[in-house]
């Protein structure tokens, strides 16, 4: 069984930056994309960054510019950048991955769900 870990989630001022990871673990395959969800309260789940094994990346417009996403094949790990963070940035994190398709990257969701990591933007 495939399951996804969320690490990196913090307390962070606005203006800083934090980086989450992502590792799947359970895998003896390749996953074809991993991304990154976010929940706020009384908000739905949104994409927020994904990546597909052969480089393909897709942003949130409220993120573009200021997060990077980036992968490791072999490892099954994403890796989510988050500078010039504001507090609307605030929400769980959630990792996602496909063991086929795109289904991360175009925003509905893949096969594999981590537990979420807290990311929390205050002064």
């Known amino acids: 069984q495939v399951q996804p870990v969320e690490s990196g989630g913090d307390l962070v001022q606005p203006g800083g930056s934090l980086r989450l990871s992502c590792a799947a673990s359970g895998s003896g395959f390749r996953l074809s994309a991993m991304g990154w969800y976010r929940q706020a309260p009384g908000k739905q789940r949104e994409l927020v960054a994904a990546i597909t094994s052969g480089g393909a990346r897709n942003y949130a417009d409220s993120v573009k510019g200021r997060f990077t996403i980036s992968n490791d094949n072999v490892e099954n790990t994403v890796y989510l950048q988050m500078n010039s963070l504001k507090p609307e940035d605030t929400a769980v994190y959630y990792c996602?991955?496909?063991?086929?398709?795109?289904?991360?990257?175009?925003?509905?969701?893949?096969?594999?769900w981590g537990q979420g990591t807290q990311v929390t933007v205050s002064s």
């Open positions: 996602n991955a496909d063991r086929f398709g795109a289904n991360t990257l175009l925003g509905r969701g893949g096969d594999y």
